[in-house]
């Protein structure tokens, strides 16, 4: 893949972030409409790995290049806002308004006039609900009583709303069922594929990965390195 082409670039990056060891990633590419799924980064370390791909943290060494640039060269608070924008975020650390419907919690990153919501804002909502797979008895309901699978979908709907370049996910699956972690992975992947996204979703669960994305990553911790996994026919014909 060309460099044009490349979304993310982690290359030869050390972040100690006071673990048991610090988080190394020798190199790890994304490019424009690619999934990736990265098994064995733990919850920590996913969060410290997408504040660096965010820009929020530096890397101690090495360098991370976002859209074509380093983040080290993001300066300013409006920048760095207006690059975070490019990046849906799919992470249980994103506030959910608890007291709020679905509708008015999914109408936040397009409003903040939720109460009634503004007719063009409703329309908008309602193409993200059913994109993501929220029932309308769902979208009516406070956000407190929702499933997990259904919070989870909000969650998506909502890193979707501003139209964003990459869906960044922290263990999504993480609470979720084994049947249903496979229909959301189904769903993720439809999304992703008809919005020509790049995705990048860490999760501890290999079959998960195999199903939402199209190349699976194996990080090895002590060394940074990251290791394909080949799906069940290509290890048959190896």
Request: no cysteine.
């Amino acid at each position: 893949m060309t460099g044009d082409n490349l979304l993310i670039e982690v290359t030869g990056v050390t972040k100690d972030y006071h673990g048991l060891r610090p988080l190394r990633v020798e190199d790890l590419q994304i490019g424009a409409g690619e999934s990736v799924a990265l098994l064995g980064v733990d919850a920590a370390m996913a969060e410290v790995l997408v504040s660096l791909i965010t820009g929020a943290q530096l890397p101690d060494e090495g360098e991370v290049r976002v859209f074509g640039r380093p983040t080290k060269s993001i300066t300013g608070v409006d920048d760095w806002v207006k690059e975070l924008d490019r990046f849906g975020l799919i992470s249980a650390r994103a506030v959910l308004v608890d007291q709020f419907t679905t509708e008015q919690n999914l109408a936040l990153p397009l409003s903040l006039e939720i109460d009634p919501l503004p007719p063009d804002i409703r329309a908008q909502v309602g193409q993200l609900a059913s994109e993501v797979g929220l029932t309308n008895e769902e979208l009516g309901a406070i956000t407190a009583v929702l499933s997990p699978g259904a919070q989870l979908r909000l969650r998506v709907g909502r890193a979707l709303a501003l139209r964003p370049e990459v869906l960044i996910a922290e263990h999504p699956n993480a609470l979720l069922p084994g049947n249903e972690s496979l229909r959301f992975a189904a769903d993720f992947a439809r999304i992703a594929a008809g919005r020509a996204i790049a995705a990048l979703v860490m999760t501890a669960d290999p079959a998960f990965a195999a199903a939402i994305a199209k190349r699976v990553l194996e990080f090895q911790p002590a060394t940074g390195k990251l290791v394909e996994k080949q799906s069940g026919w290509r290890r048959w014909f190896s």
